[in-house]
C-alpha cells in the first residue's frame, strides 16, 4: 500500500501563487521509478490531469497551466511538489497527488485518473479574483 499525504493548498488571489506537496509512504516502492501526477478536481467537473513526473526526470503539462505550473520531485524524500504561479480563478479545485506503480514511468495517458493506483486525500486550492 502506498499513502499519499498533500499539503499546500489554501486561497489566494487572482496572481498569486502556492506551492503544493505529496509525501508518499507506506511501502518498500522506490517512487522515482514511477510516474506521478498532479489532478484537480472543480465543483461539478471531471476530474483532469495537471502535471505528471516522469521517471527519467521529464514532465508533461496540461496545455492550460504550461507556463504557469511546475511539477518537481525529491526522490530522497519521496516528495512531489506543485509550484504554481499566475493564479486564475478558474484554477480553483481541489488538487490530488496520485501515483502509477502498475508500470515504470508514464504513458501516453498521464492525463487519464484511471492510468493511478493511488491518490491522495486532496487540497483545496481557491484563487479569488
Known amino acids: 500500500q502506498v499513502q499519499l499525504l498533500e499539503s499546500g493548498g489554501g486561497s489566494v488571489q487572482s496572481g498569486g501563487s502556492l506551492r503544493l506537496s505529496c509525501a508518499a509512504s507506506?511501502?518498500?516502492?522506490?517512487?522515482?521509478?514511477?510516474?506521478m501526477g498532479w489532478f484537480r478536481q472543480a465543483v461539478g467537473k471531471k476530474r483532469e490531469g495537471v502535471a505528471a513526473?516522469?521517471?527519467?526526470?521529464?514532465?508533461r503539462y496540461a496545455d492550460y497551466v504550461k507556463g504557469r505550473f511546475t511539477i518537481s520531485r525529491d526522490n530522497a524524500k519521496n516528495t512531489l511538489y506543485l509550484q504554481m504561479n499566475s493564479l486564475k480563478p478558474e484554477d480553483t479545485a481541489v488538487y490530488y497527488c496520485?501515483?502509477?506503480?502498475?508500470?515504470?514511468?508514464?504513458?501516453?495517458?498521464?492525463?487519464?485518473?484511471?492510468?493511478?493506483?493511488?491518490w491522495g486525500q486532496g487540497t483545496q486550492v481557491t484563487v479569488s479574483s
Open positions: 496520485s501515483i502509477d506503480i502498475a508500470r515504470y514511468g508514464c504513458t501516453y495517458y498521464w492525463t487519464e485518473a484511471e492510468q493511478y493506483n493511488f
Open positions: 507506506g511501502s518498500s516502492y522506490r517512487y522515482w521509478r514511477y510516474c
Open positions: 513526473s516522469d521517471s527519467d526526470g521529464s514532465t
